[in-house]
């Protein structure tokens, strides 16, 4: 064989070998828990469909609706592209760059010659790269998982407060029916020549009243669906929605324990904590990234193949912008770190004393009920049998009527704080 033709071919067949080692770096780590965790929640081509186990004709539940919110809505599926931007940032930190290959061709004088330059720095500088990415791609998954808490926080309350209207519809309702009923009375003792004109009067307002009242639930119930119907999703599909009330285990109102859930448990501290080890991480790079060195093989014609190595030297500036820009970031890491978890903390503490609140008043207002409930129907009772006034009556059951819309408010207040105590504590 051409003695000069085996040179090259060794030249070549060495010089594929280390652009294979480097190339060889190239798999990436597998993608984590909370990443694939996010992953699952994206829907393929954004058009609404329904969750395992959920269906159309089905009346749902609150938590039920916070299934088909993190499954549908258009802003969260919007938000969970941010993943795959981060992800093709870690795929761009696993790139080496590619080596370059110069060729002369032999002319009269000129042997013929060939140069090849591989990254080198590669080699420590890679590993450095692929860690700042696959963490920065952590925190993007605890931030969207953040927006999922978020969300279903805000579809339990739409929920809710539907829930609620219908509620106090039907309080209207049934409080209309019986002024009606209190005015059929009055009615009759006028007609009788007892003097029942001002009990007749005050009936037939207090009917029209919640007659009025019931209309203007109906409309916000309309609105507080229709609320709902966006976040889960649903804006543009013509098929009703039903729902039904649904119970969910309370958490715990322990202030001290369930701050330190908050801090181990919630994803926008968790992605601060990622914010810290990236910073650092950051920090680290900007100083290994000094030097960049760069392997270097030439051949000539008749001299055989020459080594070297191509070192940029440090002399006017040793990449002190990036050190100092990352030295910054690492502090603003460290204090937006602080910040999340004061945060977690002042929302755990307000969510658990707005839920022990609601919860004091809704339990207050079941003791209440009872007692106007009886109130009414003795009121009723006195009139029917002429030992009392229908003006008693009357004040029985607007009082009953108020106490009804209070305590259906309560419940809503209730269900409001366990929602957000719910999100403080990092729950979807």
Not at 156 to 184: I, T
Not at 227 to 234: C, F, I, Q
Request: charged letters at 25%.
């Amino acid at each position: 064989m051409n003695p000069q033709l085996l040179t090259r071919s060794t030249f070549l067949s060495g010089s594929l070998a280390l652009a294979g080692v480097l190339a060889g770096c190239a798999a990436l780590p597998p993608a984590t828990t909370s990443v694939r965790q996010v992953e699952s929640r994206r829907t393929p081509g954004g058009a609404f469909s329904w969750p395992e186990g959920l269906g159309a004709g089905k009346a749902l539940t609150p938590e039920q609706c916070v299934a088909v919110a993190l499954w549908n809505s258009p802003d969260y599926q919007s938000a969970l592209a941010d993943l795959g931007i981060a992800r093709s940032e870690a795929v761009k930190a696993g790139q080496v760059a590619n080596p370059s290959l110069a060729l002369l061709f032999p002319s009269d004088a000129k042997a013929f010659e060939a140069a090849l330059k591989l990254p080198v720095e590669a080699l420590w500088l890679r590993p450095k790269r692929i860690a700042l990415a696959q963490t920065d791609l952590e925190a993007t998954a605890a931030r969207l998982m953040q927006a999922g808490a978020d969300l279903a926080r805000d579809t339990r309350l739409a929920a809710s407060r539907v829930l609620l209207v219908r509620e106090q519809a039907e309080f209207a309702g049934e409080n209309g029916k019986g002024f009606d009923e209190m005015a059929r009375i009055a009615e009759t003792r006028e007609k009788a020549g007892e003097h029942g004109g001002l009990e007749l009067s005050q009936a037939r307002a207090d009917a029209a009243m919640a007659g009025q009242e019931k209309e203007r639930l109906k409309y916000e119930e309309r609105l507080a669906m229709e609320k709902l119907r966006s976040l889960m999703g649903m804006a543009q599909q013509t098929g009703s929605l039903e729902l039904k009330a649904g119970s969910s285990a309370a958490p715990s109102d322990e202030v001290g324990p369930a701050i330190q859930e908050a801090i181990r448990s919630r994803a926008d501290v968790r992605a601060a904590e990622l914010g810290v080890i990236a910073a650092g991480q950051r920090a680290g790079l900007a100083k290994a990234e000094v030097f960049n060195l760069s392997a270097a093989a030439k051949f000539t014609d008749g001299a055989g193949t020459q080594p070297g190595f191509d070192l940029p030297l440090p002399v006017f500036h040793q990449n002190q912008a990036a050190r100092v820009l990352a030295d910054a970031q690492l502090e603003k890491a460290m204090r937006q770190l602080a910040a999340a978890r004061h945060r977690a903390a002042a929302d755990t503490r307000e969510s658990i004393a707005r839920m022990n609140q609601a919860r004091a008043v809704a339990t207050g207002w079941d003791k209440v009920l009872p007692e106007l409930e009886t109130a009414l129907e003795k009121a009723r009772k006195a009139v029917a049998e002429g030992e009392a006034q229908p003006l008693l009556a009357l004040d029985a059951a607007r009082r009953l009527a108020d106490a009804r819309s209070k305590a259906a408010d309560g419940r809503f207040r209730l269900a409001e704080a366990l929602a957000e105590l719910r999100r403080a504590l990092g729950k979807t």
